[in-house]
């Protein structure tokens, strides 16, 4: 039961600026990573989650349509929804 209850906890947790620079994995993706943002989108003005992988295979740099969200290696950044990423 303990068990079954702990996950529930981790599973509704809310990504928060304040866990910027911890260990992260992301749904979709075969390898963990740092969480390198969290904020509004730049057009679309919701919250999202920038995350460095550990590998490359991401979609940016941290730049997105011109705009710096963070910064690391070609094909290690990911921007996405807060949903999506789970702190380690």
Do not use: W
């Not at 992988?53 to 996405?80: A, I, M, S």
């Amino acid at each position: 039961f303990f068990f079954f209850f702990f996950s529930l906890i981790s599973m509704t947790e809310t990504i928060k600026e304040s866990d910027v620079g911890k260990r992260v994995i992301v749904q979709g993706y075969d390898c963990g990573g740092v969480l390198r943002f969290v904020g509004l989108h730049k057009v679309k003005q919701i919250e999202r989650c920038g995350v460095e992988l550990d590998e490359p295979l991401g979609k940016n740099n941290g730049t997105v349509n011109g705009h710096v969200y963070f910064q690391c290696p070609d094909n290690h950044g990911v921007l996405c929804a807060p949903g999506k990423v789970t702190l380690c």
